[in-house]
């Protein structure tokens, strides 16, 4: 059993609006093919008055929408939501509010004290972040200037290495925009091997198999919705969706499960500068009983919070899993509890 984590940062399910939400107009053949030929916005539809809650089931994939504001006044931030992700505890309630972007010493605190990486290495599974980070990332960590964002944090307390140019050399790790054409054009580095958007999927499906456990952080998502720049946006969403395709082309669907998810919308309104409230995907990308396991264990640790006194976020109209359900499902498909 293998489960790749695709994170994508800053992505919500928002209005089915194409002058605000480039998912309503970038063209995005394989993501839709997934969903039943519809596109990753909110489809209008809303559970008032019941426990159940947003989830669609195709032959290939099942899309629940996660809350993402975990009953906590304000809009989500990344530092605490990507904590929730990676812990699976509503960190933001604990504290008492939502805080980003990089982890404050509260919200370090938490991914110090155990996190998905740590629970999965424990556990004798082989587990990686396979994001590849350039030379002047590393130099900036170590002179202070640049402090850990929540993944790299939670991974480097782990024990686990950064992977790095060498790595991304070898064929190792892929790049933050899959094809490394911007470690050439914006970093100098003229002799990365330059990878098409298919041949990226490619080979993180590859990497990926030899794992039980793997992370990609793709954080452009994020850097666009601040951007509020639509034609940028489109050509970047297109841009994953070819890379999505060559990871579905040769992924293990038998074996293994691909979670697409978020720490909080951006990207879904171009309107705002501002994070949204809108719920995030869970996008699953594998065998119909993997996917049903997996949604078994999500309703399981709803239902634990629930039991234990949690509350309906204001947010959210539905009682169903949000961000923080994640993690434990992850162990217990894996094994790992």
């Known amino acids: 059993m293998r489960i790749l984590f695709l994170f994508l940062d800053g992505v919500g399910l ?3 609006d194409s002058l605000t939400n480039p998912f ?19 489809w209008g539809e809303r559970a008032e008055e019941s426990r ?20 906590v006044n304000g809009l989500p931030q990344s530092a605490t939501g990507q904590a929730a992700l990676l812990t699976g505890q509503n ?21 110090r004290n155990g996190n998905l990486f740590n629970s999965l290495l424990k556990a004798g599974l082989r587990t990686a972040l396979l994001s590849a980070y350039p030379p002047r990332y590393f130099e900036a960590i170590r002179s202070g200037r640049r402090l850990f964002s929540a993944i790299p944090l939670a991974a480097t307390s782990a024990g686990l290495p950064l992977l790095n140019l ?11 925009d899959f094809t490394a054409q911007g470690w050439r054009e914006h970093l100098g580095l003229s002799d990365v091997p330059i990878l098409s958007l ?8 590859k990497l ?8 990609f952080e793709y954080w452009l998502t994020d850097y ?10 489109v050509e970047l969403l297109e841009s994953f969706d070819q890379m999505l395709g060559g990871l579905i082309d040769h992924w293990e669907a038998d074996t293994g499960l691909i979670l697409l998810t978020s720490d909080h919308g951006n990207l879904d309104d171009l309107s705002t500068r501002r994070h949204t409230a809108n719920p995030v995907p869970g996008l699953l990308v594998g065998a119909a009983y993997l996917r049903q396991r997996f949604v078994a264990s999500l309703e399981q640790s709803a239902d634990r919070r629930y039991s234990n006194g949690g509350e309906i976020s204001a947010t959210a109209s539905w009682r169903g899993p949000d961000i923080s359900d994640l993690a434990p499902a992850i162990l217990q498909l894996t094994g790992a509890v």
């Open 198 to 205: 298919p041949q990226a999927g490619e080979r993180l499906a």
């Open 52 to 71: 159940e809650y947003k989830l669609h089931i195709y032959e290939s994939a099942t899309l629940l929408a996660l809350d993402a504001c975990l009953g």
């Open 91 to 111: 960190v933001s309630a604990a504290l008492g509010y939502h805080y980003g972007p990089k982890p404050n010493p509260a919200v370090a605190e938490f991914l």
């Open 24 to 42: 309503a107009r970038a063209r995005m053949p394989r993501l839709q093919a997934l969903l039943g030929g519809r596109k990753l916005v909110d």
């Open 166 to 176: 060498e790595d991304l050399r070898a064929g190792r790790a892929l790049a933050a």
């Open 224 to 233: 666009a919705g601040h951007a509020q720049q639509m034609a940028p946006a």
């Open 208 to 215: 990926a198999q030899e794992f039980e456990f793997s992370l």
């Open 14 to 16: 928002g209005a089915d």
